[in-house]
């Protein structure tokens, strides 16, 4: 087991799937952050991508690659990121929430996982499973299970959530290289917040004003953000990686805590 006290958090925001298969500043930006944190013995991955009714894990030995995205080019599905599944983690993860939660294995590893990690851990020998985001929650429960899942640290864990502080696809230009005026408000505010460690204003995000109507429609890509709040602690350092937005309406942003 990975020999850390506290396990480092982390939130990503993914972007684009072709990260994947590119080599640019943000794939450049997660490869830094695997080259300064220990190894983890295993990955607990919280993706916008599997957002469910009810809370549910993954406890497969061999999870399969799951490829929830359309229309892009072939060679991004040929990407193969075939890692072992964590089952008696799984179990450990589902009893320390506090509410119902299901072992559901219809899901695997979906693109806000693998499009990250295989830039990250390449080699695909680190056990991941992941926890899926209850659409039927709030963002103060979400913040609690976050709560919930601090011992994980303690087990040598990566609680790594993957998603986009501003996420509106209704907008985004494909040709535009940086984010659009309230993209880059919102997103700003958000990291004030969190550098303020004023975590209830992130989880009451419509306090952010007008920008926060068009940041999201849908909270499923901001939501994977309070997991990693929620799981810190004030003695926490943190660091910021990709800051910036991209293609008008995507926020690239990354918190590392350790």
């Given at each position: 087991?990975?020999?850390?006290?506290?396990?480092?958090?982390?939130?990503?925001?993914?972007?684009?799937?072709l990260?994947?298969?590119?080599?640019?500043?943000?794939?450049?930006?997660?490869?830094?952050?695997?080259?300064?944190?220990?190894?983890?013995?295993?990955?607990?991955?919280?993706?916008?991508?599997?957002y469910t009714?009810?809370?549910?894990v993954?406890?497969a030995?061999?999870?399969?690659?799951?490829?929830?995205?359309?229309?892009?080019?072939?060679?991004?599905?040929?990407?193969?990121?075939?890692?072992?599944?964590?089952?008696?983690?799984?179990?450990?993860?589902?009893?320390?929430?506090?509410?119902?939660?299901?072992?559901?294995n219809?899901?695997?590893?979906?693109?806000?996982?693998?499009s990250?990690?295989?830039?990250?851990?390449?080699?695909?020998?680190?056990?991941?499973?992941?926890?899926?985001?209850?659409?039927?929650?709030?963002?103060?429960?979400?913040?609690?299970?976050?709560?919930n899942?601090?011992?994980?640290?303690?087990?040598?864990?990566?609680?790594?959530?993957?998603?986009?502080?501003?996420?509106?696809?209704?907008?985004?230009?494909?040709?535009?290289?940086?984010?659009?005026?309230?993209?880059?408000?919102?997103?700003?505010?958000?990291?004030?917040?969190?550098?303020?460690?004023?975590?209830?204003?992130?989880?009451?995000?419509?306090s952010?004003?007008?920008?926060?109507?068009?940041?999201?429609?849908?909270?499923?890509?901001?939501?994977?953000?309070?997991?990693?709040?929620?799981?810190?602690?004030a003695?926490d350092?943190?660091?910021?990686?990709?800051?910036s937005?991209?293609?008008?309406g995507?926020?690239?942003?990354?918190?590392?805590?350790?």
């Open positions: 087991m990975t020999n850390v006290t506290k396990f480092p958090l982390l939130f990503v925001g993914h972007g684009s799937p990260n994947a298969i590119e080599d640019n500043k943000y794939t450049k930006g997660w490869q830094e952050i695997a080259g300064k944190i220990p190894r983890p013995s295993a990955i607990l991955s919280i993706s916008a991508h599997w009714q009810g809370s549910k993954n406890d030995e061999k999870p399969r690659t799951v490829y929830d995205m359309y229309g892009f080019p072939d060679e991004l599905y040929k990407v193969s990121y075939n890692v072992p599944g964590a089952p008696e983690l799984a179990k450990i993860t589902k009893q320390l929430i506090q509410g119902k939660v299901e072992f559901d219809s899901w695997g590893i979906d693109h806000g996982t693998w990250v990690l295989c830039k990250m851990y390449p080699e695909a020998d680190i056990p991941v499973y992941q926890l899926s985001i209850d659409g039927n929650a709030s963002a103060e429960v979400h913040f609690q299970i976050g709560r899942l601090r011992d994980l640290r303690e087990k040598g864990v990566l609680l790594f959530a993957s998603g986009n502080v501003v996420h509106n696809l209704s907008k985004v230009d494909w040709k535009m290289d940086g984010g659009y005026s309230w993209a880059v408000e919102f997103d700003g505010y958000i990291r004030d917040k969190i550098l303020a460690r004023e975590y209830q204003d992130v989880i009451n995000y419509t952010a004003g007008k920008s926060a109507e068009l940041a999201f429609y849908y909270p499923d890509h901001f939501y994977p953000l309070l997991y990693v709040l929620g799981a810190s602690e003695t350092r943190l660091s910021i990686y990709n800051e937005c991209t293609l008008g995507l926020s690239m942003t990354s918190y590392l805590f350790e």
